[in-house]
C-alpha cells in the first residue's frame, strides 16, 4: 500500500460548485498532515495544515480523521483560479515529508 | 514576502557529468530539504538537513548525491555522475521549525540529463 494515496482525478466541476478531495494514508506514526497546491510545472505551494480539530481558511476546509487516517479537502464556491493539482502530504516524526500523487482539478465557466 | 530561491532555473548536462543545484533558503529558517519530481509523477523526498547535518535521506538519496551548507544562506544539492534517469525538476524547500513542519517551496530546477 502507498504511503500517501490520492485519487488522481481529474475533477471537472462548474464555478461555483464544492468539491471535496479525500487522502489516505498508511503510517499511523504520521503525525502532521499538509494540503498544497502545485499548479503546472510549478512548485508546490503551501495550501493549509491540517488538524484533528480540523481546519478552516476561507472557502477552504481541510479535516483529519486519525481513525480512519485519512485526510480531506474542501473547496466551497471553485473559482476559476482554482484549476490545478492538489497534493496531500504526510510528516512523520522524522525529518521526512511523504507526498501523494496529487488529484487534479479543473474548474470550468 | 520571503521565499526559497533556487538556481539556475534549468540546467542541461551530459550523462556522467557532475552538477551542483544551488538554493538559498527563507533566512530565519533552520530546516532544508530537497525533492525531486519527474515530470507526470509525484514529489519525491531526497534529504532533510538540520544543523549541518542530514537527518534524513531516501533510498534515492545513494552515494551520488550529497548536501552542503557552504556558507550561512547556500544550500547546495550535488549530483555526481549523472545518469538520464536524474532527469527531473529539483525543488529545495525550508521551514522555520520542526514543530510546524509547514515546508516553503523554491521554484525548482528543471536537470536535463542528455
Known amino acids: 500500500r502507498k504511503e500517501v494515496e490520492q485519487d488522481p482525478g481529474p475533477f471537472n466541476v462548474p464555478e461555483g460548485a464544492t468539491v471535496a478531495f479525500n487522502c489516505t494514508y498508511s503510517?499511523?506514526?504520521?503525525?502532521?498532515f499538509f494540503w498544497y497546491r502545485q499548479d503546472c510545472r510549478k512548485e508546490p505551494k503551501l495550501l493549509m495544515s491540517?488538524?484533528?480539530s480540523g481546519n478552516e481558511d476561507g472557502r477552504f476546509t481541510a479535516q483529519l480523521n486519525r481513525a480512519s487516517q485519512y485526510i480531506s479537502l474542501l473547496i466551497r464556491d471553485s473559482k476559476l483560479s482554482d484549476s490545478a493539482t492538489y497534493l496531500c502530504?504526510?510528516?512523520?516524526?522524522?525529518?521526512?515529508?511523504?507526498f501523494g500523487a496529487g488529484t487534479r482539478l479543473f474548474v470550468k465557466a | 514576502e520571503p521565499e526559497v530561491t533556487q538556481t539556475p532555473s534549468h540546467q542541461v548536462t551530459q550523462m556522467g557529468q557532475e552538477v551542483i543545484l544551488r538554493c538559498v533558503p527563507i533566512?530565519?529558517?533552520?530546516?532544508f530539504y530537497w525533492y525531486r519530481q519527474i515530470l507526470g509523477q509525484k514529489v519525491e523526498f531526497l534529504v532533510s538537513?538540520?544543523?549541518?547535518?542530514?537527518?534524513?535521506k531516501s533510498e534515492i538519496f545513494d552515494d551520488q548525491f550529497s548536501v552542503e551548507r557552504p556558507d550561512g544562506s547556500n544550500f547546495t544539492l550535488k549530483i555526481r555522475s549523472t545518469k538520464l534517469e536524474d532527469s527531473a525538476m529539483y525543488f529545495c524547500?525550508?521551514?522555520?521549525?520542526?514543530?510546524?513542519?509547514?515546508?516553503?517551496f523554491g521554484p525548482g530546477t528543471r536537470l536535463t540529463v542528455t
Open positions: 538537513f538540520y544543523n549541518n547535518e542530514i537527518s534524513e
Open positions: 491540517v488538524y484533528s
Open positions: 503510517n499511523s506514526a504520521s503525525q502532521s
Open positions: 502530504a504526510g510528516h512523520t516524526g522524522g525529518f521526512k515529508t511523504i
Open positions: 524547500a525550508s521551514s522555520e521549525d520542526r514543530l510546524s513542519y509547514e515546508q516553503y
Open positions: 533566512s530565519n529558517h533552520l530546516y
